[in-house]
């Protein structure tokens, strides 16, 4: 038998166990399975073609055609503090699309770029804002909470960098950086800003609170119009990278974020309300601190945060919490701390982890009172 | 010559390092094959991005190439 055997031997061994000892019998587990794909119906119902597939087509589009270069002329070593500073904090939502980009970036810009400050805001704002996590959070969990997660992570991120480059001075180097080649793309800016116009519009179409009908028209006379402006305007070279990109982010974040829906409709109805409601239920200190400290430890793979923070909401989660943990959730994890401490060493990144958590409860507590 | 495939983990950056491994495998090309996942070494490169693919110790690309095809050509070049 060959190692691929063995692996296979050892799935099958896996699942047989786990089919032999599951308790399919019991109420618990039948009512959690259903609500599991009872949330999977939802997303797939209310999410999945207004909102995720619209997104990552244009995460797709940014990786394409937007040119890295230009904006990272602003985090080098060079320029002003406040450029740097404000671009960091916003340009997640362009350069940051894939996990695979933020490390290595925050560490390029800390070493030879603008230095430590706008490297952690950039850490920090990233995974935040990103297109496809914004549109979402405020699809799934209402136009309030994804509007005050885009707009808290900016100067928070901001904040966050100045702290700590205030707290450690550091001199960064000199030295040229390399980033992902964009192709020459030969489309005009007047094509690439109707082409973006477009598919964002989709997005804040199925936003707005206007009849079903006319928002499916809407949604779908825009879509058409993209294809048609891809067809006629685009160089075949450019469409097709541009399908790459996008299946490249959809093979990468679709997967695990439906098991992450999953898990979340399946723990819904295990998790006790009493519970969730003394922890977190009210906007006070303790209640931000907890959720901003959960959110800093759990693992949230990109987008996952999104269906389990609802389901603590409906299990009692009150809104001031609730934005805590979607600032402190995704930037922060046990695993990327292993990962941040070791570029950056285990004392800053102690600080860093403590000032987020402090932050983003601060956040919180203020968010819940308005 | 020797390939050495540099990641932080991600999908991509795995994803990479079969590629090269299978042509290798398949015979297209002869190389000593090395993966990475230290950060560091991305920096000191100076790669903005992961996968980086260095060949005899020259950083030569950042990022995914499109396929195969493509990443078969870059190799070559670097022969």
Redesign the interface.
């Known amino acids: 038998m060959e190692r691929k055997d063995w692996n296979m031997l050892f799935w099958i061994v896996l699942v047989f166990g786990i089919l032999y000892f599951v308790p399919s019998q019991t109420e618990w587990f039948r009512t959690s399975v259903l609500s599991a794909f009872d949330l999977l119906h939802d997303y797939a119902r209310k999410h999945v073609l207004t909102c995720l597939v619209p997104a990552l087509f244009i995460a797709g589009a940014v990786s394409v055609f937007v040119k890295k270069e230009a904006v990272l002329k602003y985090l080098g070593h060079k320029s002003k503090k406040i450029v740097s500073y404000s671009i960091a904090s916003v340009s997640g939502a362009i350069l940051a699309v894939c996990s695979c980009t933020i490390l290595p970036l925050f560490a390029g810009i800390r070493k030879r770029g603008a230095g430590l400050g706008p490297a952690i805001t950039f850490l920090f704002s990233g995974p935040a804002i990103n297109i496809a996590a914004i549109f979402l959070t405020a699809s799934v969990l209402g136009f309030k909470i994804g509007l005050a997660r885009t707009i808290a992570s900016i100067p928070l991120s901001i904040i966050i960098g100045l702290t700590m480059a205030f707290i450690f001075r550091e001199k960064a180097e000199q030295g040229g950086l390399v980033v992902q080649e964009n192709k020459e793309t030969k489309l005009s800016k007047e094509v690439l800003f109707i082409f973006f116009s477009l598919m964002l519009a989709i997005l804040v179409i199925n936003g707005l609170q206007i009849s079903q009908l006319l928002k499916y028209f809407l949604m779908f006379s825009f879509a058409i119009a993209v294809v048609l402006l891809v067809i006629f305007k685009f160089h075949k070279e450019s469409a097709k990278e541009w399908l790459h990109e996008t299946w490249n982010f959809s093979e990468n974040i679709l997967p695990l974020l439906f098991i992450g829906v999953f898990i979340a409709g399946f723990l819904m109805p295990l998790i006790p309300q009493n519970l969730i409601e003394k922890l977190v239920g009210k906007n006070n200190l303790l209640g931000n601190l907890i959720a901003s400290i959960f959110g800093a430890l759990m693992y949230f793979s990109t987008l996952t945060e999104i269906p389990i923070l609802q389901a603590l909401i409906a299990k009692g989660m009150a809104s001031g919490p609730a934005l805590a943990l979607l600032l402190s959730g995704p930037s922060l994890s046990l695993p990327s701390m292993l990962v941040i401490r070791k570029v950056l060493g285990t004392k800053k990144t102690a600080v860093y982890v403590l000032i987020v958590i402090i932050y983003s409860t601060i956040a919180g507590l203020i968010f819940g009172l308005l | 010559m020797k390939i050495k495939i540099i990641?932080?983990?991600?999908?991509?950056?795995k994803k990479l390092h079969q590629m090269v491994v299978k042509l290798k495998e398949e015979g297209k090309i002869k190389a000593d094959i090395e993966y990475s996942t230290?950060?560091?070494e991305?920096?000191e490169?100076?790669?903005?991005?992961?996968?980086?693919l260095v060949i005899d110790g020259k950083?030569i690309?950042?990022?995914?190439p499109?396929n195969e095809k493509k990443l078969l050509e870059i190799i070559k070049k670097c022969e």
């Open positions: 990641g932080s983990g991600c999908p991509t950056c230290d950060i560091n991305l920096i490169l100076g790669a903005m991005g992961s996968p980086a950083l690309s950042v990022g995914m499109e």
